[in-house]
C-alpha cells in the first residue's frame, strides 16, 4: 500500500461517546457492498470511464508530446482553469519531489479571476517563452473564457495570428461550444476531455496529467498508483477490509450517529496541502445535495494549530479530522550553502528554549503533528490517520483514487448523486444576467 490508513481513533472504544461504535460501523457493509458492486458494473461497462483511465495507456503518447513540446519551448506554462480543471492538475505537481522537475518550465496555475493576482502572474512573462492551457469541461466556463479573452488580445499583438497555436492548446469535450469556436477561428490544437468524466473527477485524465508531464513527472506511475487503490477495492471480500470504503463508513457513520457536520484535513506537509484542496471540491460538490454532506474544511499544520485548534477542541463538538503526514526527513542531496543544519545548542540554550537543541525543522514539524493528534483524541474528537511513506506518482494516484471511491460510495450511503451539482446553477444564471445588464 503507497499509504497507511489508521481509523482506531474514530471508534468508541477509544475516544468515548463522540466514535463510532463496532455495531455501527459494521452496519454500513451491506450498503458497502451494493456500493462496490455498483461502482463494479459501471467500470465493466463503461459508464463510468473515470474508472477505466486507470488502466489505460493508449492516450499518453499524445498528451507526453504535446508536454514535450511545452517543456522543450517554453520557459514558462500557464494554466488556465477552474475547479476541477486546475485543482488536480496542481496537486499532482506540486505533491511530488520537485528535484525530478529538472529543466521543467516554471508553471502558472491561474484559477481565479481578481484582477491584482491574475495581471501579477502575465504582466512579467516573456510571451514569446509562454505557453498556454486552457481547460473547460464545458467550454463554457465563464471564468476560463474571461482569462482566455483577456489574454489572447495579448498574444495576438505579440505573435500575429499565424503563431498563436503554436503557444495555446485548448482542452474541453467534443461538440459545439465556446473554447471549441475560439480554437476553430484561430486554429488552435485541441486535446478531448471525455464528456463522461466530470472536472472534479478529472485528474487521471488529460486534465491531470499534462500539467504532471510538463513538470516532468511520471503520469503511468500516477495511474498504476490509482490502479492498485481500485483494484484492493473492487476486490475485497469484507468491504471494511477496503480502506476506500471504511472511510466512507466512517465519514457517513460519524454524520449520522455522532452528529460530525464537518471534516477538517489537515497536512503536516506543505506537498499535500493541494491534495487536501482538491479534495475538499470533490467532497462537498458530490455530496452536498437534498440535506446530506459534511463541509471539508482545509487547514496546514502546525500553522493551523495557532489559528484553529482552540475551536477545534473547545467549540462545538461537530467535526472529525483527518491528518495527512507523509516522511519528513532532510534534504541530504542538496546540502550546502542556504541550507540550514540542526539547531545550535549554545543559541537553544540561550533562549531558554533547551528543547530544541540538536533538533530540525522535520523533528518539530512531526512532533506537531503528533502532539496535536493526540490532543483532539484526548479531547474525544474523532481523528483519521493517512502516512504516506513516500511522496510520490504511484502514492498520489493512489490516495486520489482513494479520496474518489470513498466520496462515490459515501453518495451511495446517503442515496445521491455524487456526479452532478444542480445547486450551483442559479448562481451561474445571475452571473450571466448581471454582466448582460452592464451592457444596458
Not at 21 to 30: I, R, V
Not at 43 to 54: I, Q, T, V, W
Not at 204 to 212: I, N
Not at 255 to 282: C, E, F, P, T
Amino acid at each position: 500500500m503507497p499509504y497507511k490508513q489508521d481509523t482506531e481513533a474514530c471508534m468508541a472504544g477509544r475516544i468515548g461517546p463522540k466514535g463510532l461504535t463496532q455495531e455501527q460501523l459494521e452496519g454500513y457493509a451491506p450498503g458497502l457492498v451494493a456500493g462496490i458492486e455498483a461502482v463494479r458494473q459501471k467500470k465493466e461497462s463503461g459508464e463510468l470511464p473515470l474508472l477505466r483511465l486507470p488502466e489505460r495507456r493508449d492516450d499518453l503518447p499524445e498528451i507526453e508530446q504535446v508536454a514535450d513540446r511545452y517543456r522543450n519551448f517554453f520557459e514558462d506554462v500557464v494554466v488556465l482553469g477552474t475547479g476541477g480543471s486546475s485543482l488536480g492538475g496542481r496537486a499532482l505537481y506540486t505533491m511530488a519531489d520537485p528535484d525530478k522537475r529538472g529543466l521543467a518550465p516554471r508553471l502558472h496555475i491561474v484559477t481565479n479571476v481578481d484582477p491584482f493576482g491574475f495581471n501579477r502572474v502575465i504582466r512579467h512573462l516573456d510571451r514569446r517563452k509562454t505557453g498556454w492551457i486552457v481547460i473547460s469541461k464545458s467550454g463554457g466556463t465563464a471564468e476560463t473564457l474571461m482569462q482566455f479573452l483577456s489574454v489572447l488580445p495579448l498574444l495576438r499583438a505579440t505573435l500575429g495570428d499565424s503563431r498563436v497555436k503554436d503557444h495555446v492548446t485548448i482542452i474541453t469535450e467534443p461538440g459545439d461550444n465556446p473554447l471549441r469556436k475560439l480554437a476553430k477561428e484561430f486554429d488552435l490544437p485541441v486535446l478531448d476531455h471525455d464528456p463522461k468524466v466530470g472536472g472534479r473527477y478529472s485528474v487521471l485524465s488529460v486534465v491531470g496529467l499534462l500539467p504532471t508531464l510538463i513538470a516532468g513527472l511520471d503520469a503511468k506511475a500516477v495511474r498504476e498508483g490509482a490502479a492498485d487503490i481500485l483494484n484492493r477495492t473492487l476486490s475485497a471480500k469484507d468491504p471494511l477490509s477496503a480502506d476506500a470504503a471504511l472511510g466512507a463508513a466512517v465519514n457517513v457513520g460519524l454524520n449520522k450517529n455522532s452528529g460530525i457536520m464537518a471534516h477538517v484535513m489537515l497536512a503536516y506537509s506543505d506537498r499535500l496541502g493541494s491534495l487536501a484542496r482538491w479534495y475538499r471540491q470533490l467532497w462537498a460538490e458530490s455530496l452536498g445535495k437534498e440535506g446530506e454532506g459534511t463541509t471539508p474544511i482545509y487547514g496546514t499544520g502546525p500553522v493551523d494549530q495557532h489559528s484553529q485548534l482552540q475551536l477545534w477542541l473547545d467549540g462545538p463538538a461537530d467535526k472529525m479530522f483527518t491528518v495527512l503526514s507523509g516522511p519528513l526527513e532532510e534534504d541530504t542531496e542538496n546540502v550546502g550553502p542556504g541550507t540550514v543544519d540542526p539547531v545550535d545548542a549554545d543559541l537553544a540554550k540561550l533562549t531558554g528554549m533547551d528543547y530544541l537543541a540538536g533538533r530540525t525543522l522535520a523533528e518539530l514539524m512531526d512532533a506537531s503533528r503528533r502532539g496535536t493528534s493526540e490532543t483532539l483524541i484526548e479531547h474525544g474528537k474523532p481523528v483519521r490517520r493517512i502516512h504516506f511513506d513516500a511522496i510520490n506518482e504511484y502514492a498520489l494516484g493512489g490516495i486520489m483514487m482513494h479520496f474518489m471511491l470513498e466520496t462515490i460510495l459515501s453518495a451511495h450511503l446517503l442515496n445521491v448523486d455524487p456526479f452532478d451539482q444542480p445547486a450551483v446553477e442559479h448562481g451561474k444564471k445571475l452571473t450571466r444576467q448581471y454582466l448582460y445588464d452592464l451592457q444596458n
